[in-house]
């Protein structure tokens, strides 16, 4: 057995105890009141869990090989030539961008570190990539807000009155 199918086999058993989970010993925890509503708190671990089943089956099967796989090509004794620094910055910037998400606000922290990480990869066209970033901001900002009526402060904590 090669290390795939080991790493889905060991993969699969993590999440069929997750599924047993999900399906069986979380719904019975909510209140009368809540099991009333068509979306639970089991929904999304229940969905995930027959997903990764799925992917785990289909890892241990060989139904996503094809012939040349990605990382044949990968040639780790030229190490330098790839932009590790460039991965460790975006790393870092995820980190930033939760640490300033409410002294700047989701907007503006949002905005920065799409802008920032675009940049870091190479996007060139600054007006474009200025307006994509903004126009994200504010449609990820109203979906979470609005839609799913999770209350997250748009502006910076300075100006907000909420």
Not at 126 to 154: E, F, K, Q, R, T
Request: charged residues 15%; hydrophobic residues 55%; glycine residues 4%.
């Amino acid at each position: 057995m090669n290390i795939e199918k080991a790493i889905a086999l060991f993969l699969a058993l993590v999440l069929a105890v997750y599924s047993y989970t999900a399906f069986f010993e979380m719904d019975y925890l909510l209140p009368p009141i809540l099991q009333r509503n068509p979306v639970w708190p089991s929904t999304f671990p229940k969905i995930l869990s027959v997903m990764g089943l799925i992917a785990c089956t289909l890892v241990f099967l060989n139904i996503e090989k094809s012939e040349k796989q990605v990382g044949d090509d990968l040639d780790i004794s030229n190490w330098r030539a790839y932009k590790i620094i460039h991965a460790f910055s975006l790393i870092f910037g995820m980190v930033a961008y939760a640490l300033v998400l409410r002294p700047l606000g989701f907007i503006g922290a949002t905005f920065i570190f799409l802008f920032a990480s675009s940049l870091l990869l190479g996007e060139k066209r600054y007006v474009l990539l200025a307006i994509v970033c903004l126009i994200s901001s504010l449609s990820i900002w109203y979906l979470v807000d609005d839609v799913l009526g999770i209350y997250m402060s748009p502006l910076p904590s300075w100006l907000s009155t909420r």
